[in-house]
């Protein structure tokens, strides 16, 4: 079966740094867009950002500048590099894969993993 694990996440003083993995298995890695998205209690899941296929990125304005998104196909592997973090930014992060085969949707989730920034 598909897994997606993320790893990397911990806790953080404000203006720190974090790099979160995710490692995938079972699937064409190199052909699915794959995404972070966070989610904090009682609040909805957020895209946070993405990367295509061809490498092309995305990103929510709360963290342009801030967070970089970047994959390595050969590794199976999406990372989140986020700097200069900030309390808002404390959340369950997810790694998620996503492809469109035809007119069907594959879509994969990781567990998730915790952020927090405190200081």
């Known amino acids: 079966q598909v897994q997606l694990v993320e790893s990397g996440g911990g806790l953080v003083q404000p203006g720190g740094s974090l790099r979160l993995s995710c490692a995938a298995s079972?699937?064409?890695?190199?052909?699915?867009?794959m995404a972070w998205y966070r989610q904090d209690p009682g609040k909805q899941r957020e895209l946070v950002a993405t990367?295509?296929?061809?490498?092309?990125?995305d990103y929510a304005d709360s963290v342009k500048g801030r967070f970089t998104i970047s994959r390595d196909n050969a590794k199976r592997a999406v990372y989140l590099q986020m700097n200069s973090l900030k309390p808002e930014d404390t959340a369950v992060y997810y790694c998620?894969?996503?492809?469109?085969?035809?007119?069907?949707?594959?879509?994969?989730w990781g567990q998730g993993t915790q952020v927090t920034v405190s200081s």
């Open positions: 079972r699937i064409s890695f190199s052909m699915y867009t």
């Open positions: 998620n894969a996503d492809r469109r085969v035809l007119t069907t949707n594959l879509n994969y």
């Open positions: 990367i295509t296929s061809g490498g092309s990125t």
